[in-house]
């Protein structure tokens, strides 16, 4: 069993910046990747970005150039650097970490609110 505990969410004007933090606790060996997945009010949840053990990253289309996913593999904590934030990032975001999660599957986070002001 995996737990997450996310950080770092909160109200920001459009053009600002927040980071995410995630660390993980538990069976840890079992990870291999780790990611973030938001839902916004009425929406289905969507992967926003995740990384490997090795560093391989994979971003949504509208979050590319905006976003950046690290990893430190010796604190078990994932990060999500968001810069420029629309008011469409506003959002649930989710950490998940496990095998696969590039199709959902793993253990989640809480969430964090992410709210981003026009």
């Known amino acids: 069993q995996v737990q997450l505990v996310e950080s770092g969410g909160g109200l920001v004007q459009a053009g600002g910046s927040l980071r995410l933090s995630c660390a993980a606790s538990g069976s840890i060996f079992s990870i291999n990747a780790m990611g973030w997945y938001r839902q916004a009010p009425g929406k289905q949840r969507e992967l926003v970005a995740a990384i490997t053990s090795a560093g391989s990253t994979n971003y949504a289309d509208s979050v590319k150039g905006r976003f950046t996913i690290s990893r430190d593999n010796a604190k078990n904590t994932v990060y999500l650097q968001m810069n420029s934030l629309k008011p469409e990032d506003t959002a649930i975001y989710y950490c998940?970490?496990?095998?696969?999660?590039?199709?959902?599957?793993?253990?989640w986070g809480q969430g964090t609110q992410v709210t981003v002001s026009s």
């Open positions: 998940i970490a496990g095998g696969w999660v590039t199709k959902g599957f793993g253990s």
